[in-house]
């Protein structure tokens, strides 16, 4: 792999943004994720090259040391605020149709519930794995599930709750949304959430850490 992919991949495990954030220390002054995609864009690499070369795996090793407990959600949010950094530059040529992703994530915090961090772990992951990724936000109904659902019919969704009391409001969407397009892909996640209230409330994957998420995300289009 060339030198700069290198380097990318090393500022998003390390969670150095760009060349005046102060994190990591030692690589204070150094070129961050931000300045190096753009680079290597003018170097001639291709979009999605930078995405399956240095941004996923990058994120997926990070997404593994979480899992492992090697780090923590505040080294997590630096890696995906750079991984951010770097997609800054990526963006257009996805969205412009140049580029392809794996897939559409519509992800957001249940009804009554605002706990975000869980959530947007997630969503940073998943977007570092490659997909395209709607953050409806917190306190999300039903009704804005399933109208984003309208406007990306193949897409996968991902509910999080972080109370016992809004689980129930978890249950709700999923019935919600099954009883309106049975095929969609729901998965679920947040402190309180466990594999046997996937499996009650009818949703179709559990995962207690953001990998577990992107993992299965893989899978469904591998």
């Given at each position: 792999m060339s030198d700069i992919l290198n380097q990318i991949a090393l500022c998003v495990e390390a969670g150095k943004i760009n060349k005046s954030s102060p994190y990591p220390p030692n690589m204070k002054d150094q070129d961050g994720a931000d300045e190096l995609a753009r680079k290597a864009l003018e170097q001639g690499f291709k979009p999605d090259e930078i995405l399956e070369k240095a941004l996923i795996p990058a994120m997926a090793n990070?997404?593994?040391?979480?899992?492992?407990?090697?780090?923590?959600?505040?080294?997590?949010?630096?890696?995906?605020?750079?991984?951010?950094?770097?997609?800054?530059?990526?963006?257009?040529?996805?969205?412009?149709?140049?580029?392809?992703?794996?897939?559409?994530?519509?992800?957001?915090?249940v009804t009554g519930d605002l706990h975000d961090i869980g959530k947007n772990l997630v969503a940073m992951m998943v977007e570092g794995g490659g997909w395209e990724v709607i953050d409806l936000g917190v306190d999300v109904s039903s009704e804005k599930f399933l109208k984003a659902l309208g406007e990306k019919p193949d897409a996968v969704i991902g509910l999080s709750a972080l109370l016992t009391t809004t689980m129930e409001n978890m249950k709700k969407i999923v019935t919600d949304i099954k009883s309106r397009s049975a095929s969609s892909k729901i998965l679920v996640g947040g402190a309180p959430v466990t594999q046997d209230y996937c499996n009650k409330i009818g949703a179709d994957f559990y995962s207690p850490d953001p990998q577990g998420a992107v993992n299965y995300l893989s899978q469904l289009v591998s």
């Open positions: 990070v997404g593994n040391k979480f899992s492992r407990k090697e780090i923590y959600v505040p080294q997590m949010l630096m890696s995906a605020k750079a991984m951010s950094g770097a997609m800054i530059h990526l963006k257009p040529f996805f969205q412009s149709g140049e580029t392809k992703r794996k897939g559409t994530f519509i992800i957001g915090t």
